[in-house]
């Protein structure tokens, strides 16, 4: 190793799902959206002047964020956007978890905070799930230097109920607790009327899942005014200009459009319980997923065959080789039809195992 090497920050990168250059694939790895955001999005791009570009977008983002407010019925001063909820997340590492003691997130989870700890110095602790992949809020309660978890969980899917969240709350009142809401929409409960009353507790969710805008890199934070300040502080030490002008604008339009969103979960959340209906005919078992993804392995055919196979039928879904959910495949809701050529090829795989 050369001598300015020894002093080179090193860390083990997320390895983000693969996005595959090749025609054709059905592609349930990334828990995209199946379906395009809100058409309001066209018109924008139609009337918009690609002069304006000329110029640095607003720092504040304030018709965004004032959208926002609006649209979840809180202050402005309530709201932070950054570029994608990784940015807001790892904002939010680097601004509240300095104190030197342990933070605490699930061992099976979104494996990101485990490398943002690791770039910004955090010291950390995994709590185990419990047999049942749900999070024991008690494991919690002990001195820490700050928690993490997403609700819903990923990659389970499974749902912590909102006392529970609130219990871990309570019990952590001199600490700032995240929830990571990426995937709160497809049906579980948001903690967000908490942030009134518990002014250490941040809500983050995101653009990219339920308002299909995975490629425009929106993700927002909601608590107590002074988090968000200490947020933006943190925001403008380090990049003031963050979301671009025309990005902005496609989200507030994206945001405004309720009956698509509606009517976009609605489908999404049909699908997922139709695909776990089929799953399970097929011998797979599967948690609850209030996500918009189901966390599945099968009784007999283990799930790195299964992933590989679908592979090369040109379907990609995720799969993680660690402990523990080394026989899970992870399987993003997307279309229909999608589902039932999923649906299909695994009927080929499982069944085939079964003659043998
Ligand atoms: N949190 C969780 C739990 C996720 O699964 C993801 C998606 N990889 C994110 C946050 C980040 O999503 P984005 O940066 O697209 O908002």
Not at 4 to 11: A, D, Q, R, S, Y
Not at 39 to 45: C, D, R, T
Not at 55 to 66: E, F, G, K, N, T
């Amino acid at each position: 190793m050369k001598k300015w090497e020894e002093n080179v920050k090193k860390v083990t990168p997320y390895t983000p799902g693969e996005q595959p250059k090749k025609e054709g694939i059905i592609k349930l790895n990334t828990n995209e959206n199946p379906y395009p955001p809100s058409p309001k999005v066209e018109e924008i791009l139609k009337n918009t002047d690609y002069r304006m570009l000329r110029l640095y977008p607003d720092p504040a983002i304030s018709s965004l964020v004032d959208a926002l407010a609006n649209s979840y019925g809180i202050k402005k001063n309530q709201v932070f956007v950054g570029v994608g909820s990784d940015d807001v997340l790892a904002m939010c590492f680097m601004t509240f978890f300095g104190s030197g003691k342990k933070i605490l997130f699930p061992d099976i989870t979104y494996s990101f905070y485990e490398v943002w700890a690791k770039l910004f110095s955090i010291p950390y602790e995994k709590k185990a799930l419990n047999k049942e992949f749900e999070l024991v809020a008690e494991d919690y309660f002990g001195e820490n230097g700050g928690i993490i978890f997403p609700n819903p969980n990923a990659p389970t899917g499974i749902e912590l109920s909102l006392e529970k969240v609130e219990e871990i709350i309570k019990n952590n009142q001199d600490v700032v607790v995240i929830v990571d809401e990426a995937y709160v929409d497809f049906g579980a409960k948001s903690a967000l009327p908490l942030i009134e009353k518990y002014d250490n507790l941040l809500i983050v969710q995101t653009f990219s899942k339920s308002r299909s805008m995975a490629g425009a890199r929106i993700g927002f934070a909601m608590g107590n005014e002074k988090l968000i300040s200490y947020l933006n502080d943190a925001k403008y030490s380090f990049n003031s200009y963050t979301i671009d002008s025309l990005n902005m604008h496609l989200a507030k339009v994206v945001l405004e459009d309720e009956t698509y969103f509606k009517e976009n979960l609605e489908k999404i959340v049909e699908t997922r319980e139709w695909t776990k209906k089929e799953l399970k005919k097929l011998g797979f078992d599967f948690w609850d997923s209030r996500a918009n993804f189901i966390f599945a392995s099968h009784k007999k055919v283990g799930a790195k065959e299964i992933y590989l196979t679908l592979k090369e039928k040109g379907i990609y879904v995720r799969y993680f080789e660690k402990e523990r959910i080394d026989n899970y495949l992870r399987i993003t809701i997307g279309k229909e039809g999608e589902m039932q050529d999923l649906l299909q090829a695994l009927k080929e795989i499982v069944g085939k195992r079964k003659m043998l």
